[in-house]
């Protein structure tokens, strides 16, 4: 079954050599005229200039509310072009995109709420059509607890050349995956063949995944595979390593129940992942999110008070857990513990410092073993409040697989950083 999909999917023009599309993170909430003269709430723009990054106030312009849903695109330059906040996609002029208003209905003015978003950006064809993977979140009874889950997978389009370059929504909301999912947790990972995107989405039992495969005829559903012991839904993150070769996925449950830690091989060819580990263990001080280093050896956990890092080159993984730090007790109207985290263009990885507080943790060196991987909480002082949110964002600079089976395009492997 092929569908022709969009809502932040990843499909990627061969030319790898310009994929600056991470280059722009908003974070915050309440910006826009009205805001409080404290300097307390508002939006905050992270421009990575030549991989350095500069943090903007930008409290006064833009009415997004970036909580648990937070996408941002830039254009293949690196110039900021669009982001989402779980309601609104506002474009460039930080205005909300024609098409892009009220993009769910939900009983929040926030719009649908979900850790590391539902909704994942992608260009379709060079920088002329951006495409959108999205899933939809609601509360739904799933047996004897009323738990948090997602809800169906939707495609939309934008053409970024319309209205002189602000873009418009030309396809809206054509929902192509019906079925109950993991709570937000959206991943994508670049084919071997250098051009189409795999993407990879969870069933609600955590033990399930649907694979879809983009390409440029559309969005193939490939199937269903069954792996691992599966958990309990909750917060956290799911992504790949930047080499595309494992697959990870961290739920933080919270309310005694104990957070879960899933790893699994991945081939780029087949879309199918292997060799499940898991490991289930308690956490203190709620929530946690996780990202990887460039080189993709090393695995960094925020799980509430606890950062922890994982060896993936090792042969036994989850042996090598090393805790890196635990939270000094500092607070800023919030405890700044371990939360959502994101590798930057830059090579550091950038924790949020819990919700609501604003500050940003910094590990400096990631591709180092511990303690040289140099970790700073507060590392980054922010000029409002982050609810706890980072951009969702796949590896966009991932090449094929040189001499493999499905090296079939002819695409150039060009090294490139991040």
């Known amino acids: 079954m092929r569908y022709f999909i969009g809502y932040l999917l990843l499909f990627c023009s061969p030319l ?17 005229e009205g805001t409080d003269t404290t300097n307390e709430f508002g939006l905050m723009w992270w421009r990575f200039e030549d991989e350095e990054l500069r943090v903007l106030d930008h409290q006064h312009e833009g009415q997004a509310t970036l909580w648990g849903n937070n996408a941002v695109y ?51 064809v060079g920088d002329s059509l951006i495409t959108l993977i999205n899933s939809q979140h609601f509360s739904y009874d799933l047996g004897s607890s009323n738990l948090i889950a997602g ?13 002189n370059g602000l873009g418009k929504v030309v396809i809206r909301k054509d929902k192509v995956l019906l079925d109950t999912l993991d709570y937000g947790k959206l991943s994508a990972c670049r084919h071997a063949n250098g051009r189409d995107w795999w993407v990879i989405v969870a069933r609600y ?10 390409t440029p005829t559309g969005l193939e559903w490939v199937g269903t595979q069954q792996i691992g012991e599966g958990g309990n839904l909750g917060l956290g993150q799911a992504f790949f390593t930047p080499d595309g070769n494992k697959h990870i996925r961290y739920n933080s449950v919270g309310g005694g129940e104990q957070d879960n830690l899933n790893i699994f091989d991945f081939d780029r060819c087949t879309g199918l992942l292997s060799n499940p580990r898991q490991e289930a263990f308690d956490q203190f001080g709620g929530g946690g999110g996780a ?11 925020g799980a509430g008070i606890h950062l922890y ?22 607070i800023d109207f919030n405890p700044t513990t371990f939360y959502q985290s994101q590798r930057g263009p830059d090579g550091k990885i950038y924790i949020c410092g819990g919700v609501g507080t604003r500050y940003m ?10 303690p040289d991987c140099r970790i700073e909480q507060r590392g980054v002082a922010l000029p409002n409040f982050n609810v706890g949110s980072v951009p969702n964002y796949p590896n966009y600079r991932l ?12 695409i150039d492997n060009i090294p490139l950083s991040r």
């Open 151 to 163: 809800q169906d997978l939707f495609f939309s389009k934008i053409n970024t050349i319309e209205n």
């Open 309 to 330: 890092q994982y060896d993936l080159w090792a042969d036994d993984i989850l042996s090598t857990r090393t805790q890196v730090a635990e939270y000094d007790g500092f």
């Open 205 to 214: 039992t955590l033990k399930e995944f649907h694979r879809l495969l983009l």
């Open 361 to 370: 943790h910094v590990i400096h060196n990631p591709d180092a073993p511990c």
């Open 74 to 124: 830039s254009d293949s330059a690196g110039g900021i072009f669009c982001y989402y906040d779980g309601k609104d996609i506002y474009n460039k002029n930080h205005t909300k995109m024609d098409g892009g208003m009220d993009w769910h209905e939900s009983p929040y003015e926030t719009g649908w709420l979900s850790p590391q978003n539902g909704l994942l950006f992608t260009p379709f």
């Open 16 to 32: 790898l050599h310009a994929q600056l599309h991470d280059y722009n993170w908003m974070m915050g909430y309440s910006g826009g």
């Open 291 to 301: 990202a990887v280093a460039k080189g993709s050896r090393y695995l960094y956990l």
């Open 399 to 410: 090449g094929p697989i040189d001499g493999s089976p499905c090296d079939t395009l002819g």
